[in-house]
């Protein structure tokens, strides 16, 4: 069964860093795609970026480019965002997704979600 815990989120001010981490269970790194997404009330889902199985960047946001890293690490069945130089504007929910071999990196192609976990950056 496949699964996916966020954790990390949290509050911060602009400028400041929060890595958030994406535990997941039932497959490993080289068998799923993995996403990030965030999500603001009212708003759509917003895909960060994606990363195919072997680990390759295949979408990278503008908003968060040059700013958020994406790690992983198979032998914890974890995935890491690191956010550095938050802006009020990452206010957000932001989940991490999987999918075998997701034709794009938008919602409706990731049929595995976690719960989300909130970032908030105000001052």
């Known amino acids: 069964q496949v699964q996916l815990v966020e954790s990390g989120g949290g509050s911060v001010q602009p400028g400041g860093s929060l890595r958030l981490s994406c535990a997941f269970s039932?497959?490993?790194?080289?068998?799923?795609?993995i996403g990030w997404f965030r999500q603001v009330p009212g708003k759509a889902r917003e895909a960060l970026l994606c990363?195919?199985?072997?680990?390759?960047?295949?979408y990278f946001a503008d908003s968060v480019k040059g700013r958020f890293t994406i790690s992983g690490d198979n032998s914890k069945f974890t995935e890491y965002l690191q956010m550095n130089n938050l802006k009020p504007e990452d206010t957000a929910v932001y989940y991490c997704?999987?999918?075998?071999?997701?034709?794009?990196?938008?919602?409706?192609?990731?049929?595995?979600w976690g719960q989300g976990t909130q970032v908030t950056v105000s001052s």
């Open positions: 039932g497959f490993t790194l080289d068998s799923k795609d």
């Open positions: 997704a999987a999918a075998l071999e997701p034709t794009h990196c938008a919602q409706s192609y990731f049929n595995y």
């Open positions: 990363i195919t199985r072997g680990h390759r960047i295949k």
